[in-house]
């Protein structure tokens, strides 16, 4: 397990906002006054960049942002299958996907560890995943193939899915796996073989499909029933490393980089060093670190914009921050506050620009054009 911390002292980015880029308010809605945990543009389909989703209770909402800071409601699904577990579904992850041909589907999970792929044409479900043994924390697109998604789950595994065929392909768990939940898992932006996981073991850990990639490819021609495709379980990362010591909630990839959070207040950026000679083994470089006043509770998650140029991250508070990610050091473009949003922020979507709030309301943040 990496721990060892290498190189210089890792650039801490000031709380004094640069003004790079002025956001104003534009819109507001009340979904309800159920929590909203996840929000995510479309980036899988350019025709629809401009539209979003949200998931909260049993509904996943499809939204679309207009000119004039006009937020239209599209669609929206309702989870009523409480046949399983007795229970009403409450949604905390959802991803855009598509199939083979590039219909889009919206793709969700919760708490009742069922994974749910919608058809947004027909607004219907197009296929259920079961095979979680809990709720799901996390759900995330393979840009470079988006027809596999790979979910997070309560039950300490990853798991990675053909939404176009309906197969469990792989299963990141077993002895070199997760002791606690998995609470936030990513694709590498390039890599197509390397995913990124972390969770309530205060780990994060690097996998890679690299030699089980066969079943992925069989995956898309599998004719049988997807219950008897012949799943792998992948029981060793190639990394592991304790970054934080304390819950890590989020992770994403910034080229090799990775980016994290825990319950510190602060996102750190990193570079894992692997020994090719002893998988699993090695050492991390902490390059920056990203600070987040008040972002001392779990489940708050960043997100990057479509290129990878900023990151925006919300607070219990209800404020939002917005770092430049290819800056050194670390540059704050902006500190979003509005009077009347107090709630914790639990999720934000950079699209060009959203962010959803705990009180149930979605909040519609534009750049201001330069004068």
Known sequence: MAKTPLGCEAAVGSLTASKKREYRVTNRVQEGKRPLYAVAFNFIDSRYFNVFATVGGNRVTVYQCL???????????????????????????????????????????????????????????????????????????????????????????????????????????????????????????????????????????????????????????????????????????????????????????????????????EIVLWEPKTKEQSPGEGAVDILQKYPVPECDIWFIKFSCDFHYNAAAIGNREGKIFVWELQSSPPVLIARLTHVQCKS??????MSFDGSCCEDGSIWRWDAVAAS
């Open 344 to 349: 914790p922020i639990r999720q934000t979507a």
């Open 67 to 265: 000119e004039g800071g006009v937020v239209a409601v599209l669609q929206s699904y309702v989870d009523e299958d409480v046949r399983i577990f007795q229970k009403e579904e409450s949604f905390y992850t959802l991803s855009w996907a598509c199939n083979v041909d590039g219909l889009s589907y919206m793709v969700a999970g919760g708490i009742n560890g069922i994974i749910r792929v919608i058809d947004t044409a027909s607004e219907k479900i197009h296929k259920s995943f079961v095979g979680h043994g809990d709720s799901i924390n996390e759900i995330r697109t393979q840009a470079l193939k988006p027809s596999l998604v790979v979910s997070a789950s309560k039950d300490e595994s990853v798991r990675l899915w053909n939404v176009h065929t309906g197969i469990c392909i792989l299963i990141f768990s077993g002895a070199g796996g997760h002791r606690n939940e998995v609470l936030s898992v990513d694709f590498h932006p390039s890599d197509i073989y390397r995913i990124a996981s972390c969770g309530m073991d205060n780990t994060v850990k690097i996998w890679s499909m690299k030699e089980f990639w066969t079943y992925v490819e069989k995956s898309f021609t599998w004719t049988d029933l997807p219950s008897k495709f012949p799943t792998k379980y992948v029981q060793f990362p190639v990394f592991t490393a304790s970054v934080h010591s304390n819950y890590v909630d989020c992770n994403r990839w910034l080229g090799d980089f990775i980016l994290s959070k825990s319950v510190d207040n």
